[in-house]
């Protein structure tokens, strides 16, 4: 009898973990209390502000679990802040608060890992959510997956970073959060 109470404190417990403590708080708001950004991508270095950029926060809000936005296309002029406000907040919101599935998608596989070992990285490291990550696969002589240069796991999701360029990858995980960047850039 006290195994089977044990199993189901184990479950409830890790269904517990993966449930967002805080649900309601919006993307932006999460931006602004916890990423710095760091001052190799920015002019702009240090908190981010919406302030700085007020056009960014209702597209940035429409991936909230409380939103009823299913889809956000944006057109754009380069060179904006898209990718440094706009994705690299959702995937931060993501591993924080809301974990889930995600496909980063850039130009080719070259710039997705880039994006991923850089900006990624540093969004990660500046945001205070390093310790989410983690592999949850460990292989043969104690080698472990899950933190590479195309795919960060954590608790309740991952992030996958492909190239455009590589449509038959592309379908073979089921994700629940598409992101797309330098989308002009794209093969028909």
Not at 28 to 54: C, K, M, T, V, Y
Not at 66 to 82: C, D, L
Not at 125 to 153: C, F, R, V, W, Y
Request: proline share 4%; aromatic share 10%.
């Amino acid at each position: 009898m006290n195994r089977n109470l044990d199993c189901v404190d184990f479950v409830f417990n890790t269904m517990l973990s993966v449930i967002p403590e805080n649900i309601n708080i919006l993307p932006h708001e999460w931006a602004e209390q916890n990423r710095s950004i760091a001052r190799e991508f920015s002019e702009r270095s240090g908190s981010l502000d919406f302030n700085n950029s007020p056009f960014w926060r209702e597209p940035v809000d429409c991936f909230s679990p409380i939103s009823p936005v299913k889809e956000v296309s944006i057109m754009k002029p380069a060179q904006i802040g898209f990718t440094q406000i706009v994705l690299e907040t959702i995937i931060g919101f993501s591993i924080a608060v809301f974990a889930r599935a995600i496909l980063y998608v850039s130009a080719d596989n070259v710039l997705a890992e880039r994006n991923m070992s850089t900006r990624i990285d540093s969004l990660i490291a500046n945001s205070g959510i390093a310790d989410k990550i983690k592999p949850s696969i460990q292989k043969k002589h104690n080698n472990k997956t899950g933190d590479t240069k195309s795919l960060k796991e954590f608790y309740g999701g991952f992030i996958s970073a492909m190239g455009a360029n590589n449509a038959d990858k592309l379908r073979q995980v089921g994700y629940q959060l598409g992101l797309c960047d330098e989308v002009d850039t794209y093969k028909a």
